[in-house]
């Protein structure tokens, strides 16, 4: 008897040691996401160092490759294992694919009692809930459909701001007469597909995008605009230097940054790496709208998911949401990030002339109907159908097909992929 209240006992000791062992573990926060670039990591570090302050330590699962593909796969491995990170960043359809699953934490709880309901535009609640329940936590708004300009390059070149595809298409030879690089680009499927965002808006306009790359209407995709929409890809092509294939985008910024190149075509996460330089918007580079999409926003927006844990969100989990969503927290980061705010009620006072341009934009294309997930970084479509479009993307982009081929081949693509 006494022995085995002795067992018992050293039992529960041992029960106990591994219970607390599992709670001084559970102090820290493992966050998966892809913010490896420059200003990509300052900007992660403004969220680091928020929850180091509440005593909740990070533990860094970082994997490499803008866009996120990389950390899709990795992170379907880690679920399959057995073993999810308790937060990740994802972009829209992926969140409802794992929301569909059953997988994510219910965030309601957390939501109600911050308010976040009457905050978060709705284009975002869109992907933030899933079933009427909150899911995942906006940290901000992207755009797709911006151009970053070496500003001492075109002054030198008196190349003015294009505002039409034949502006930028004269202004892309000038730059390439001179001897300088047109287009920073890295090919890689996800670039090509942030520069096809914009060409398909450019091209056919806010209904021709929404019928094409949102409703994946056959017709729309394999029209004659779709065709000429590939032609302007080739062009672009003709702009791009030889060693652009599988070069990282950041690389890309570099060249801008370091005047080697003119213009790049992509989000304005691009900024978080001319300020991490030390440039400054207006002096050093410009930011503007892609030729044709001035009116237009294509967006995504980097949200926090947490796998669940149990049956409430760990202490922990809910205080990186809170930490997230609060507006102090959404203008730091985002100043940093090169992104804009996940909420309606922060003011864009901290934020450069880039920052306050996205700022009113975003509001402006909400309210006029010219809003529109990208397409390129999953806010149009779930990542099957996004994956089948980057590979006929790619591969025209690259020479595989003509314009013609590619149109055809892209109806296909869609069509098998839903
Ligand atoms: C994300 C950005 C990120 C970019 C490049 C996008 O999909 O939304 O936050 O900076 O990829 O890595």
């Known amino acids: 008897m006494r022995l085995n209240f002795a067992r018992s006992a050293a039992m529960l000791a041992i029960v106990a040691a591994s ?19 420059g200003g990509e990591a300052a900007a992660l570090n403004v969220l680091k160092e928020n929850l180091q302050d509440q005593g909740i330590g990070w533990q860094d699962m970082p994997v490499a490759g803008g866009g996120g593909e990389q950390a899709m796969t990795v992170l379907r491995a880690r679920v399959t294992g057995g073993n999810p990170p308790a937060a990740v960043q994802m972009l829209g359809f992926d969140i409802t694919d794992w929301a569909k699953e059953g997988a994510l934490a219910n965030l309601n709880d957390i939501a109600a009692e911050e308010g976040w309901d009457e905050v978060v535009p709705s284009a975002l ?36 701001q294009p505002e039409t595809w034949d502006e930028l298409v004269a202004a892309m030879d000038k ?38 790359m949102v409703d994946l209407d056959p017709e729309a995709l394999g029209s004659d605009t779709m065709k000429e929409v590939f032609d302007r890809m080739t062009v672009i092509r003709g702009y791009v230097d030889d060693n652009f294939s599988g ?41 503007f709208r892609f030729p044709g999409t001035q009116d ?8 926090f998911a947490f796998f669940q844990q149990g049956d409430e969100p760990t202490p922990e989990q809910a205080a990186l949401a ?14 940093v990030k090169g992104s804009v705010p996940a909420r309606t009620d922060v003011s864009d006072e901290a934020f450069d002339a880039c920052g306050k341009k996205g700022m009113a934009d975003l509001a402006a294309a909400s309210e006029s109907g010219n809003l529109f997930g990208s397409m390129a970084h ?41």
């Open 19 to 37: 219970a607390s062992a599992t709670s001084v573990k559970a102090e820290d926060v493992e966050v998966l996401h892809w913010w490896t670039a």
């Open 125 to 160: 609640q869109k992907f933030s809930k899933y079933d009427g329940e909150w899911v995942a936590a906006p940290v901000n708004v992207h755009s797709t459909n911006w151009v970053w300009a070496n500003k001492s390059i075109l002054d030198e070149l008196g190349i003015e």
């Open 175 to 212: 730059v390439k007469a001179s001897g300088k690089t047109a287009v920073a680009h890295g090919g890689q499927a996800w670039q090509d597909a942030t520069i096809f965002d914009a060409v398909v808006m450019a091209t056919g306009g806010p209904e021709f995008y929404q019928a094409s």
């Open 247 to 287: 070069r990282d985008w950041n690389l890309a910024s570099a060249m801008v940054i370091n005047d080697e190149a003119a213009f790049q075509f992509m989000g304005d996460w691009a900024k978080g790496e001319f300020l991490k330089a030390g440039l400054t918007p207006g002096e050093d580079f410009l930011c």
């Open 296 to 303: 237009q926003v294509t967006f995504n927006s980097d949200q």
């Open 322 to 335: 809170k930490a997230i969503m609060s507006p102090e927290f959404q203008s730091a980061f985002n100043v």
């Open 378 to 418: 999953g806010h149009a479509n779930p990542a099957s159908v996004k994956n089948a479009m980057y590979d006929v993307i790619t591969a025209q982009f690259n020479g595989e097909y003509d314009s013609e081929t590619a149109t055809e081949e892209l109806v296909t693509a869609v069509q098998i992929a839903q």
